[in-house]
Nanobody, 117 residues
Framework: QVQLVESGGGLVQAGGSLRLSCVASLRTFSSYAMGWFRQAPGKQRELVSGIRASGSTVYTNSVKGRFTVSRDNSKNTVYLQMSSLKPEDTAVYYC???????????WGQGTQVTVSS
């Protein structure tokens, strides 16, 4: 029943921008914390950003100043605006939902983001 559907991934040149979207079929979307994670080949999964139900946000240091997380509760959607992209941002990006943004209960399928040099 619960489904997170992501979109917006793709190939972009270094310095470019992408906006990821995630639509969640949660009965009370506004009460959930949402997180964005990424995993590059041969590396551990990493929390990129989180947004609490209150709207407060958190970012890993490597993306601060470049990425912005937001949510639109009327659309059951969370966004990750990524700017000034670097090759090291290349990874599969996952949307997730739960009581805690850093320990989610539900996951999306992942979307590939590739940044070329």
């Amino acid at each position: 029943q619960v489904q997170l559907v992501e979109s917006g991934g793709g190939l972009v040149q270094a310095g470019g921008s992408l906006r990821l979207s995630c639509v969640a079929s949660l009965r009370t979307f506004s009460s959930y914390a949402m997180g964005w994670f990424r995993q590059a080949p041969g590396k551990q999964r990493e929390l990129v950003s989180g947004i609490r139900a209150s709207g407060s946000t958190v970012y890993t240091n490597s993306v601060k100043g470049r990425f912005t997380v937001s949510r639109d509760n009327s659309k059951n959607t969370v966004y990750l605006q990524m700017s000034s992209l670097k090759p090291e941002d290349t990874a599969v990006y996952y949307c997730a939902a739960g009581t805690l943004y850093y320990s989610p209960d539900y996951w999306g399928q992942g979307t590939q983001v590739t940044v070329s040099s």
